[in-house]
Each structure stands twice: as structure tokens, then as C-alpha cells.
């Protein structure tokens, strides 16, 4: 399964409402560091699928979550179970440590 790109319009019913949990992604075209982690989302969506989901938003076409979410640095990776918020990362890291964040989620 393809990570999967959502937006103000449908984050809520996506991400929040999902019965997976959910990794997502903040990130922006400009952003280095962000395309560094792209092929690592990726394949980890893949290596999760029907477990949990992988999803991204763009914070320059979707400006109200960005706020909303308190978005400070790219890219920022926050992990949700049950529309709760149970894990976060800033910053580039590895793919070992955001399978970490989705292995927590589901245990």
C-alpha cells in the first residue's frame, strides 16, 4: 500500500477516525531532510500494510493542520492510535526508529 497524502479536508476522517494507527508525516517540497525519509516511508507503508498506516501532508498546500498542529521543524512525524496522539519525532531520522514508533503503536 502506497503512503497515503491527506490534507484539511480529510485528515480527520483519515488519520484520526482510522481503526489503524497512523504515521504522519508533516513535510514540504523544500525541505532536504524531508526527501531524505521519503523512500524509508515508503517502504515501511508497504512492510505495515493492513496493520497500520502511513500517511503525509504537506504543510505548504495545507497551512491550517501545520498550524493546528503546532508544526515547528520538517519533517516532524507524528504516530496516532485511536485519534490519539502517542508518539512524535522531529527531524530526520532512520527507518529502524519509525518502524520503532509504529511497532509501540500496535503493541
Known amino acids: 500500500m502506497a503512503v497515503i497524502h491527506v490534507g484539511d479536508d480529510d485528515f480527520d476522517t483519515t488519520v484520526l477516525s482510522s481503526s489503524e494507527p497512523v504515521l504522519v508525516n508533516f ?30 501532508v504537506n504543510v505548504d498546500k495545507n497551512r491550517a493542520l ?28 532512520g527507518k529502524a526508529q519509525l518502524a520503532e514508533m509504529i511497532d509501540k503503536a500496535l503493541a
Not at 525519509?37 to 502511513?54: F, N, T
Not at 485519534?83 to 530526520?92: D, F, I, M, N, S
Open 27 to 56: 513535510w514540504a517540497e523544500w525541505s532536504g531532510p524531508s526527501k531524505m525519509i521519503a523512500p524509508a516511508l515508503d517502504e515501511l507503508s508497504d512492510a505495515y500494510q493492513g496493520r497500520a498506516k502511513v500517511a503525509r
Open 66 to 93: 501545520a498550524a493546528k498542529y503546532l508544526v515547528r521543524s520538517l519533517p516532524y512525524m507524528v504516530m496516532y492510535n485511536g485519534g490519539e496522539k502517542v508518539g512524535e519525532q522531529t527531524g530526520a531520522v
